[in-house]
């Protein structure tokens, strides 16, 4: 569910070598395979990943929209749903102070992580009942960040992985809603395109503040952006509507 680490290939700082170079192992690759490796090869961000000690890429996208909005807060509970391969858990533990006794950062994905100095992992699916109030305890209270970098398996066809991907950041967002505090923030990945309207109503009905951010780190040519509310404005009575 969540983005898998990045496999990179190696450099170094002075007499780098250029890695702008077609993959030379590719026989018997597949296609797609190949163009991702190649990819991979030559992303900055992936050599910065590797350099830095971030377990992904993605880690660089959530620093950018917290160096822009400032939501990850000294002492701040934090949940990463889908958090595996731990590169946004990463980031929350330092963001936070976690690893020195500041916050709580709480990691949730369907398969093991491996330990990070500062946060407490558990295989957990977040749709199973009860799964809300497991997070609460674990966190001390109700969270004041609810993050989800999840994404669906690629189904291979457009339409049904954006709904796929849309699906998991409504469900995330009925799970923010349910441990967030007042005033929390909740940020999630989500696609370009339609399919948003039930997400967005649900958003700006118990935010003050909903915006899509696209990071530097978000690779240009992906549909790929980032919905951001802050200022959770409570639990409310359900609408007419349910939630």
């Known amino acids: 569910m969540s983005e898998k680490a990045d496999k990179t290939g190696s450099s170094r700082k002075g007499g780098r070598r250029n890695l702008r170079e077609r993959v030379k192992t590719a026989r018997g690759r ?3 395979s190949k163009l991702w490796l190649e990819r991979q090869l030559n992303d ?3 050599t910065r990943a590797k350099e830095e000690g971030y377990r992904s890429r993605a880690a660089f996208k959530l620093t950018e929209m917290d160096d822009k909005f400032h939501f990850l807060k000294k002492g701040g509970r934090i949940v990463d749903l889908g958090a595996a391969p731990g590169g946004w858990t990463q980031v929350s533990v330092a963001r936070t102070g976690a690893d020195k006794g500041k916050g ?7 398969q093991e992580i491996d330990a990070i100095p500062g946060a407490d992992l558990y295989v957990l699916d977040f749709l199973e009942v009860d799964a809300d109030i497991k997070v609460k305890d674990w966190l001390g209270g109700e969270a004041d960040v609810v993050l989800s970098d999840m994404a669906a398996a690629s189904m291979g066809h457009k339409q049904t992985d954006h709904l796929r991907i849309m699906a998991l950041a409504e469900a995330a967002a009925q799970f923010a809603h349910d441990v967030l505090c007042e005033g929390g923030t909740y940020c999630a990945k989500v696609l370009q395109g339609g399919a948003e309207q039930e997400l967005l109503r649900m958003l700006k009905r118990d935010f003050k503040t909903v915006r899509h951010v696209k990071p530097a780190a978000s690779r240009a040519d992906s549909s790929e952006m980032y919905v951001l509310a802050t200022g959770f404005k409570g639990r ?4 007419d509507d349910g939630y």
């Open 44 to 46: 900055p961000y992936v």
């Open 104 to 110: 709580k950062v709480v990691g949730i994905d369907l």
């Open 30 to 32: 597949k296609l797609s």
């Open 236 to 239: 409310q009575e359900e609408d």
